[in-house]
T-cell receptor
């Protein structure tokens, strides 16, 4: 069993839809949770960064962490064609200097 | 802030050549940098953790003599793929964190193609 499971998609939605992306994990030691967006042939770009359980909102993006269920989510409101990319969840036991474990990524396509 | 620059973005070379990839933190000092490898349609695989002024820590299965890492300053880490072969063709990405407890920021990657 992988430490982090993420549905690879692809996920195709119409412009303006609400998108829900999810990851589950098995290691209860994870405390820091990230979502990265990766465009083709580019490095991952940090979208959201949360510590422990709870919600965090930034513009059209909301990240949720439920440590009791070992489940994290990223919601994208009013999705735009420019949101079309691969979204990677990532997590670590502690912050920046520690090893990060990534999900396999979900490919999202937002259709105009 | 927290910009990481990687160079070159694309390399095409003959089998047997050694290739050096640079990773720079532009607006912060990075004691620790990370090197990843990504195959098509797959996630990032950590290769090694680069520590300024000391030896890199390699993940299991990564040949340290094949992938030489040097972290000579607080803003620069290099990855050298020695005697590269077609199976080394991949997308190599580095990352760094400005402070412990802060998330890693990534460079734009280097696409390496060995003919």
């Amino acid at each position: 069993q992988k430490e982090v499971e993420q549905d690879p998609g692809p996920l195709s939605v119409p412009e303006g839809a609400i998108v829900s992306l999810n990851c589950t994990y098995s290691n209860s030691a994870f405390q820091y949770f990230m979502w990265y967006r990766q465009y083709s042939r580019k490095g991952p770009e940090l979208l959201m960064y949360t510590y422990s359980s709870g919600n965090k909102e930034d513009g059209r993006f909301t990240a949720q962490v439920d440590k009791s269920s070992k489940y994290i989510s990223l919601f994208i409101r009013d999705s735009q064609p420019s949101d079309s990319a691969t979204y990677l969840c990532a997590m670590s036991r502690s912050g920046g200097y520690q090893k990060v474990t990534f999900g396999t990524g979900t490919k999202l396509q937002v259709i105009p | 802030g927290a910009v990481v620059s990687q160079h070159p973005s694309r390399v095409i070379c003959k089998s047997g050549t050694s290739v050096k990839i640079e990773c720079r933190s532009l607006d912060f000092q990075a004691t620790t940098m990370f090197w990843y490898r990504q195959f098509p349609k797959q996630s990032l695989m950590l290769m090694a953790t680069s520590n300024e002024g000391s030896k890199a820590t390699y993940e299991q299965g990564v040949e340290k003599d094949k992938f030489l890492i040097n972290h000579a300053s607080l803003t620069l880490s290099t990855l050298t793929v020695t005697s590269a072969h077609p199976e080394d063709s991949s997308f190599y990405i580095c990352s760094a964190s400005a402070l412990d407890g802060q998330p890693q920021h990534f460079g734009d990657g280097t696409r390496l193609s060995i003919l």
